[in-house]
């Protein structure tokens, strides 16, 4: 008990060492803005309408409403104060690795090899996306629930009998499917642990207890069932508006990406948040040496099957659980994902310590040279993972890096234009975007972007270039008809700037638009079709003092005094330092009193 103990506090104290840094880290502005920080249903913590929201919702193309739940929670206790969000994560994770470790050594009876496997999950770099990236709570609390199906079904393979055990392993999966649909696999997981280490295979002729394995899983397949039919359900306008690849080069970079994390699992380097899909430009050698790879773990896994079954085990779990992340149905423009290995990469680890635990035998010199060199291994894995997880203190950190480690990469750049726009480096910027631009010309949100700081730098005439770029690649994109209708009144084309005006309020009602229409009629001199437009944009948005204001004005040029100084008193409430209401009030009254006079 004591050495069991010991090893759970070496994990905690590990998942400490690495990630206790990240509660020094903010929001990234990488999905961060989607889940909480702009997310109106989650900042407003557990209430009853956003429990409802978050069953029923597929924001960001998702279902899993216990993880909206566990935002709200942080969101209701810390608000939008991102060290408590981190210190969740940071624990999740840690109590998956001491979880799993003691799920592996019941279901084993191995100490050592468990709490192994256990440290290498606990620290291996590829997981520290996961951790690190508040988006991805997704990934470490299904792991969570995870480990807990395993420990729970250890206990009810002990009493195969007891349907309370077993209610449990169904509660448990159910739980990490709300979470993350990743573990749609658990059935599989738990007939490879039926094969090995459990030996549940030995008891009954072949296609009897082949059945009754079956039959009894028949529940998980069923939930498995169901949450791959919402999954569907909710990603279905990411897959019909997703990156477009064909089959075959999908299958190529599925090969690729499931060799390309094998590699980077023995050897974490080059590790970043965002890996560009190839498309048709992928090698084909790198297809034929992904091919010949996988082919030969899995012929010497298969042919020592029965010699070293925990190599078969370890490598099916690997391939099965990445079967649903693999990119077969293409989501998203990645090639591959670390936060996709999050528990796949368990089966390599199994594979790997038992298959080193088997070959050293008993040989005391062989044990102590693989225990210091496993220690070695985790020691170096864990500053690497330090390491990693340092890129993540914020958005321009994490960008740079991820630029530095994949090259051509539009998304970064566009990502890093972002992150330094929102800490006031326009010019930096805007070369940040013209690379994205440079990398993929058809790219309407780096080209808006990219007019809008342009314009705020007074060269009207090339933001209208960009904006008008950005709506050849994205007719639909309303905020490009609306500052293209801007620069353009700015240049005094009246006509076009109402055309594009008209463009985005067909897209989207928006009180801006009604503003800026406001204000190009008003100058035009028709204050009856202005002042309908900004009554337009109060309805909308009933505090938006700019419309108040601009109302106002165009009351007061119309002589409707008594109306106008409603409007610039209103603009006072929301804003008491605002001169030109004060001034424009003044003038009203002013009117209103010469009016009296005479």
């Known amino acids: 008990m004591g050495q069991r ?46 429990i409802v929201w978050a069953f029923t919702a597929r924001e960001s193309c998702n279902w899993h409403p216990l993880t909206w739940l566990s935002h709200m929670a942080d969101c209701q206790v810390h608000r ?37 496997v256990a440290a290498l999950f606990a620290v291996h770099p590829l997981h520290v996306e996961s951790v690190a990236w508040l988006a991805e709570r997704k990934d470490v609390l299904s792991g969570l629930f995870f480990s807990f199906t395993l420990l729970a ?24 499917l709300m979470a993350k649909p990743m573990l749609v696999t658990m059935p599989f997981v738990l007939l490879l642990l039926d094969y090995w280490p459990l030996d549940r295979m030995a008891t009954e002729p072949g296609p009897r207890r082949a059945r ?56 974490p380097t080059g590790l970043a948040v965002l890996y560009p899909h190839p498309g048709a430009e992928l090698p084909g050698w790198q297809i034929a040496a992904a091919i010949v790879l996988l082919a030969v773990l899995s012929l010497v896994s298969l042919v020592l099957r029965r010699r070293a079954p925990f190599l078969l085990v370890g490598w099916l779990w690997f391939l099965g659980m990445l079967t649903p992340v693999i990119g077969l149905i293409q989501v998203g423009q990645q090639a591959r994902a670390d936060r996709y290995t999050y528990l796949p990469q368990i089966g390599l680890w199994i594979a790997l310590v038992w298959g080193v635990s088997w070959l050293i035998g ?63 480096r326009g010019d930096e910027a805007i070369d940040a975007y013209r690379n994205a631009i440079r990398e993929k010309p ?58 594009h005006y008209q463009a985005a309020l067909h897209i989207s009602q928006d009180a801006d638009i009604y503003n800026n229409l406001g204000n190009v009629e008003l100058r035009l001199g028709r204050v009856d079709e202005a002042i309908a437009h900004y009554r337009e944009a109060l309805r909308l ?5 700019d419309a108040h204001s601009n109302l106002g004005i165009a009351l007061l040029q119309c002589g409707r005094l008594a109306e106008a100084i409603v409007q610039f008193r209103r603009v006072l409430d929301l804003q008491p330092d605002n ?7 003044n003038a009203a009254l002013h009117g209103v009193g010469a009016a009296r006079a005479n």
């Open 212 to 267: 009754r394995l079956l039959l009894e899983k028949a529940p998980l397949f069923a939930l498995s069932a169901l949450c791959c039919a919402v999954t569907v359900w909710a990603q279905s306008e990411a897959i019909d508006n997703g990156y477009p690849v064909a089959l075959g080069w999908r299958l190529g970079n599925a090969a690729v990406s499931c060799a390309a994390y094998v590699a980077q699992s023995l050897a």
């Open 541 to 545: 948005t009933p505090e938006y003092a």
């Open 80 to 116: 939008l104060h991102a060290r408590g969000h981190h210190l969740t994560n940071l624990l999740l994770h840690a109590a998956t690795a001491m979880l799993l470790f003691l799920a592996l050594e019941r279901m084993t009876g191995d100490r050592w090899p468990a709490a192994w």
């Open 442 to 499: 058809d790219y309407p949100e780096a080209r808006y972007n990219l007019g809008v700081l342009l314009a705020a730098r007074g060269q009207t005439d090339e933001a209208i270039a960009q904006y008008r770029a950005a709506l050849q690649s994205a007719p639909d994109l309303s905020a490009a008809h609306c500052n293209l209708g801007v620069a353009l009144a700015s240049r005094g084309r009246f006509d076009e700037a109402i055309e």
């Open 153 to 176: 079904y250890a206990g009810y393979v002990r009493r195969p009998g007891s349907w309370l055990r077993y209610a449990m392993v169904i509660a448990t999966t159910a739980l990490g």
């Open 579 to 585: 001169d030109n209401a004060r001034c424009n009030l």
């Open 362 to 424: 008993q040989r005391r010199w062989a044990v102590a040279a693989c225990s210091a060199a496993a220690a070695a291994a985790v020691a170096g894995l864990a500053v690497s993972a330090w390491v990693q997880t340092s890129y993540w203190r914020d958005s321009k950190t994490l960008w740079n890096r991820t630029i530095a480690c994949t090259g051509r990469n539009p998304i970064a750049h566009y990502n890093l234009g972002e992150a330094l726009t929102s800490v006031g």
């Open 5 to 50: 103990l010991a090893i759970c506090l070496l994990l905690l104290l590990a998942t400490i060492g690495i990630y206790g840094q990240t509660l020094r880290h903010g929001f990234v502005n990488y999905d961060d803005p989607k889940y909480v920080v702009r997310n109106t249903a989650v900042r407003g913590g557990l209430t009853a309408e956003g």
